[in-house]
Nanobody, 129 residues
Framework: QVQLVESGGGLVQAGDSLRLSCAAS????????MGWFRQGPGKEREREFV?????????TYADSVKGRFTISRDNAKNTVYLQMNSLKPGDTAVYYC?????????????????????WGQGTQVTVSS
């Protein structure tokens, strides 16, 4: 069982930066793939992939955030981060952290929602223009 708790969301202006954190419990964190997804306002069922990092440290990003967002992990702290720079109003969403504990996915990061086994409760990010 893995529990995930996100933090770091808030209200910022366009062009600002935020860093989200996701603290994970469980012994499998260092080998787990981790990802960030987001759900924008009015999109009740659609959760959009943002970034992923594998147990091997490889990363992948959605085209919409490439060059602005950076995902990283600190295995000693069981924490994954999402550094968000040059924020835009279109980045406004609830951001969710997710964990993929399947050891077959250790090497490459996953970008599909169905690949993730555990989810956090989400943290709100609001970017004003």
């Amino acid at each position: 069982q893995v529990q995930l708790v996100e933090s770091g969301g808030g209200l910022v202006q366009a062009g600002d930066s935020l860093r989200l954190s996701c603290a994970a419990s469980g012994r499998t964190f260092s080998s787990s793939g981790m990802g960030w997804f987001r759900q924008g306002p009015g999109k009740e069922r659609e959760r959009e992939f943002v970034a992923g990092i594998s147990g091997s440290g490889r990363t992948t990003y959605a085209d919409s955030v490439k060059g602005r967002f950076t995902i990283s992990r600190d295995n000693a702290k069981n924490t994954v981060y999402l550094q968000m720079n040059s924020l835009k109003p279109g980045d406004t969403a609830v951001y969710y952290c997710a964990a993929n504990v399947d050891p077959r996915n250790w090497y490459l990061p996953q970008a599909e929602e169905h690949e993730y086994d555990y989810w956090g409760q989400g943290t709100q990010v609001t970017v004003s223009s």
